[in-house]
C-alpha cells in the first residue's frame, strides 16, 4: 500500500472527495476493490486525512448552496455580447475595430456583465430548519394510516413553528444587544 501513498495519488483522492463520489466510485477510480479502499483507510492517516478533507470541501460547497437557495442571492454572469439579428459573437479586432467574428487571430470576444437574481426557495428554507434548527422546527409526517382519523390527505408533511420562537423585531434587537 505504501508503493500508492503518493502526494499525487492523494491529492487524486481529494479532488475525487471533492466531487462528492462514494467510496465504490473511488475505489473504482483507484482501480481497487472497496474493501481495499477500508483497509487502507484503516492502515492509513494520511489517506482517511485526504478523503476527509475532500469531504469537507465538498460538504461545505453543497451547504452554502444550499443557504444560497434558501435566501435568495444575485450572482454576476458574464455573458458574450452577440449582434441581435444575425446572433453572432462580436469582437475587438486588432486595430480597436468592433466588428461579427471572423475567427480570425487577435480577435478579442466582448463581454456584458448582467446580475442575476435567485428567488428564496421554500423548500431549501424548510429543509434547512428543519435540520438545522430542529428543536425549533419539526416535520409531521403523515402515511396513509395517521392519516384517516385527522382529516388531512395521505402524505402530507406538515411543518410545525413552536410559537415560543417568534421574535418581533423589538424583541431582537434587545436579544442580539444583550449577546
Known amino acids: 500500500m505504501q508503493d500508492y501513498l503518493t502526494d ?26 472497496k474493501q481495499t479502499l477500508y ?8 489517506f482517511r486525512f485526504a478523503i476527509r478533507d475532500g469531504k469537507m470541501v465538498a460538504d461545505a460547497q453543497v451547504e452554502n448552496a444550499l443557504f ?22 462580436l469582437v475587438k479586432t486588432k486595430g480597436g475595430e468592433i466588428t461579427l467574428m471572423k475567427g480570425e487571430e487577435g480577435e478579442e470576444m466582448l463581454y456584458y456583465t448582467d446580475i442575476q437574481y435567485f428567488k428564496p426557495d421554500v423548500k431549501a428554507m424548510i429543509f434547512y430548519l428543519t435540520n438545522r ?8 409526517r403523515q402515511n396513509k394510516e395517521d392519516s384517516e ?4 390527505p395521505a402524505g402530507v408533511v406538515e411543518v410545525v413553528v413552536r410559537k415560543e420562537h417568534y421574535f418581533t423585531m423589538r424583541d431582537w434587537r434587545s436579544w442580539s444587544v444583550r449577546l
Open 8 to 33: 499525487e495519488m492523494l491529492t487524486y483522492v481529494k479532488a475525487l472527495k471533492r466531487k462528492g463520489v462514494t467510496d465504490t466510485e473511488l475505489a473504482k477510480a483507484l482501480g481497487i476493490s
Open 39 to 46: 483497509n487502507w483507510k484503516n492502515k492509513s492517516q494520511e
Open 68 to 89: 444560497l437557495s434558501a435566501i435568495g442571492h444575485a450572482k454576476e454572469v458574464k455573458t458574450v455580447l452577440k449582434d441581435k439579428t444575425t446572433g453572432i459573437p
Open 133 to 140: 434548527c430542529f428543536k425549533e422546527w419539526q416535520m409531521n
Open 149 to 152: 382519523g385527522s382529516g388531512l
